[in-house]
């Protein structure tokens, strides 16, 4: 991983929610896009604030549409699923807490933000983990090599939640609603969009290449 822009002429801007089963289902070919691109594209990442403020719990009718999806992501990504986050009966699917811990991330250590993102994702979709939880999102950056009572502190600050509610409000105003959302381009010249939705990796690597080749030349 780098830092998120690095000063590249252009960068991808990667709109995202690490508990948003899509996201999760995305994060290997994002991992693999930022391999190859590394050198001639920053990165920028956005907090979508998906299901942020969820303060119900969710319905029957939530389990058995959200049961649907992750079946689906699954099989359309390879990405294993434990199901037995099923089994919980009061479960608030608040994503803001793990959006501003990507956040929280993204200020204290640029370079890890994608794989930190892709680590929640997992936690909470492979490992059945309450990434609600503020301890819980702490215990994921210590494995992620940080200090976990420093990075609970700067979670909590309001300069971090500042933040996170002007990524959802970015992402708004962009125009998103949807995640993943993945565009490359730059603020002077304008953006092109990757893909609005889940996209295997086949094909992506050759169709940003030539963009890129048609960009840098111009």
Known sequence: MRDLDAGHRFHFLYFADPMCSWCYGFAPVMRELDKVFGNRVGLRIVMGGLRAGQTEAMRRKDRAYIRDAWSRVGAASGQPFDFSFFERETFIYDTEPACRAVVAMRHRAPAKTLS???????????????????????????????????????????????????????????????????????????????????????????????????????
């Open 116 to 218: 930190f993102l892709a680590r929640v994702s997992a936690a909470f979709y492979g490992a059945n983990r309450d990434t609600t939880d503020p301890d819980v999102l702490a215990e994921i950056a210590e494995e992620a090599g940080e200090s976990r009572d420093a990075f609970r502190d700067m979670m909590a600050s309001g300069d971090i939640r500042s933040e996170t509610l002007r990524d959802f409000l970015f992402a708004q105003q962009a125009g998103v609603h949807g995640f993943p959302c993945l565009l490359i381009g730059n603020e002077t010249d304008g953006y092109s969009l990757i893909t609005n939705g889940f996209h295997p990796l086949d094909g992506m690597i050759e169709g940003i290449a030539g963009w890129l080749d048609k960009a840098e030349a111009a």
